[in-house]
Antibody, heavy 122, light 111 residues
Framework: QLQLQESGPGLVKPSETLSLTCSVS??????????WVWIRQPPGKGLEWIGS???????YFNPSLKSRVTISIDTSKNQFSLKLGSVTAADTAVYYC??????????????WGQGTLVTVSS | QSVLTQPPSASGTPGQRVTISCSGS????????VTWYQQLPGTAPKLLIY???QRPSGVPDRFSGSKSGTSASLAISGLQSEDEADYYC????????????FGGGTKLTVL
């Protein structure tokens, strides 16, 4: 059974960089047809896709966040990571990592981490 | 403001059938398939429907999806108390360089 687990600081100061890592177990991150994804959810609000990465390193980002986001992948550690720069209080959210099947026309997020709350505050 | 539009709330009594709508546009629902997710309180979202109307194994057949043009719907029949949750639609949007679009979510209350 595939499992994803987010890790990283729960508190980040305004203007600094938010850094999270997603560790994947029970399966290889080197999988064809799957993207590895970051999604966030501000408290009491809906889901927002941040970006996706393929095991080859190719990436897609939410246009509204693209200038501040870096997503990387470490296949040797079966992990992928998120960096979000210049954070403000509006970036306070539960951050989820997930796996996305991409086999057009079929695609979906099938496995999710439990989520980690990151609060931006001084 | 979400790219896909859902009603913020819906409700029904046990045993009833409820539907949740998801309205989009040509680059997203009009072109690509729709997925639906159920989020129980305090938990991560769970895949409910993919490819407009397909259910992953383990999802009860009380849940069904449909799509027409630039809109989609999720129907839940035989409503149960454990169905009380937030429901989100999602679709790939081909505009700009492409991105995942979510609906704002619908909170379903079982009365």
């Amino acid at each position: 059974q595939l499992q994803l687990q987010e890790s990283g600081p729960g508190l980040v100061k305004p203007s600094e960089t938010l850094s999270l890592t997603c560790s994947v177990s029970g399966g290889s991150i080197n999988s064809n047809n799957y993207y590895w994804v970051w999604i966030r959810q501000p408290p009491g609000k809906g889901l927002e896709w941040i970006g996706s990465i393929y095991y080859s390193g190719s990436t897609y980002f939410n246009p509204s966040l693209k200038s501040r986001v870096t997503i990387s992948i470490d296949t040797s550690k079966n992990q992928f990571s998120l960096k979000l720069g210049s954070v403000t209080a509006a970036d306070t959210a539960v951050y989820y990592c997930a796996r996305a099947l991409w086999l057009l026309p079929i695609y979906y997020f099938d496995y999710w981490g439990q989520g980690t709350l990151v609060t931006v505050s001084s | 403001q979400s790219v896909l539009t859902q009603p913020p709330s819906a409700s029904g009594t046990p045993g009833q059938r409820v539907t949740i709508s998801c309205s989009g546009s040509s680059p997203n629902i009009g072109t690509n398939t729709v997925t639906w997710y159920q989020q129980l309180p305090g938990t991560a979202p769970k895949l409910l429907i993919y490819n407009n109307n397909q259910r992953p194994s383990g999802v009860p057949d009380r849940f069904s999806g449909s799509k027409s043009g630039t809109s989609a719907s999720l129907a839940i029949s035989g409503l149960q108390s454990e169905d009380e949750a937030d429901y989100y639609c999602a679709a790939w949007d081909d505009s700009l360089y492409g991105y995942w679009a979510f609906g704002g979510g619908t909170k379903l209350t079982v009365l």
